[in-house]
């Protein structure tokens, strides 16, 4: 009687049957010296490695063996090449295991590689050739711009993986939800993970990273940053020089701008008025040297990108060149005398001048309430000297004509 060949029996078992089953399977049908088998096992790589791909056998008895690719091509036949694709070779050609190596596996190399044994009858088996493709490090595509007060719309890309990617939006340490979008290629799969998040000016500089996730990267990922960036308008600030400015001093004004875009050019002017011939404009700085009372007035430092534009103002007031003197007398105590210091130090600020409250930067001229009060009561007196001696040349008058009156009678009685 015939014995019933083993790989016919193989291929009768059921699927859920594990390798290991069948090979036990396989050696308990091969009992016989005559019974020949062949085993194959499958093999997962990485695109670009090496693949080695086993075919065992049992009970060989020199028959022919035959491997074959997915599309049935002839790779060896016992071990002389048969197709010219040297990125097969073959490695080991025993009675008990033929091994041939794949270099530079690709994805279109993947599928079922046929081990085959001739003899009365034909045995095979197949080896399946499973090709993994670990993402690259993602990109970040800007859909909508971040402009203060809006929305940003980024989308990260994971163009090709197989299996697909898993992507993931982290913000300090915790994840934003994305909307993802897989593609097929066929092999390949293309991942994108969208997120929308409203941004203020705050948020410029913002740290984002987009993470991905494969089986092939055994727990790493592959990270990429980005660096969020908010667009908004310019803020103009100048910085006000310290002190008084007098006569014969320089002026300098810095105008500090932000912005982004970052304003390219700073513009200088004077309202109503053109720059002193003597103003020098570097950047962002404002100089005049040898100040003069002509130099008065508004100095205004503008700014413009292509979300808007501001402007900041310094009022100029230039004072003569003469110290100032102040009286300062002491408030007298029961204990102590009265005393009264003079000082002829120039202050700080001299009462006739104080800080503009709409621009702390620049110093205006104001009005003690000191000379008022003298002038008012010089007036005063003056007014009352005046109406005295009125009253006083009234009764007079009044007087002398009285007695007139008087004496009048007196000689016409006589």
Known sequence: MRPVRSSVLCRLLPAPYSLA?????????????????????????????????????????????VIQNPRRQTLFFNGTRALKDDRFQMVLFTQRLVRITLTNVSVSDE????????????????????????????????????????????????PRSKPAATLRWMRKGREIAGVVSLQDNGKTFSVSSTIRIPVERKDDGAA???????????????????????????????VPPAGILREGDSLTLTCSVTGNPQPRNTQWSKINDTLPERAEISGTTLQISRLSQSHNGTYLCQAQNDYGRAADHYTLLVYDNVSVTTMVPSTPTPTTPSITSHSTTPTLLPPTLALDPEDPGAVVETHSAVPYAVIGGVLALLVFTVICVLIVTIWCSVRQKGSYRTREPILAWY
Not at 31 to 56: D, F, K, Y
Request: aromatic share 6%.
């Open 111 to 158: 599928g079922g590689y046929f081990c085959q044994l001739y003899t009365d009858s034909t045995h095979h088996q197949v080896a399946t050739l499973s090709v993994l493709v670990p993402p690259e490090t993602p990109t970040v595509e800007v859909k909508q711009e971040a402009v203060e007060g809006g929305e940003a719309e980024l989308t990260c890309v994971s």
């Open 21 to 65: 089953l069948r090979s036990l399977v396989l050696v308990l049908l091969c009992i016989t010296p005559h019974c020949q088998a062949v085993q194959a096992e499958n093999v997962t790589v990485l695109e670009g490695g090496t693949a080695q791909i086993s075919c065992r056998l049992q009970n060989y008895d020199g028959s022919i063996v």
């Open 208 to 238: 984002l990273s987009c993470e991905a996730f494969h089986p092939a990267l055994n727990g790493q990922k592959r990270i990429r940053h980005y660096r969020l960036d908010v667009y908004f308008a310019p803020t103009v600030r100048i």
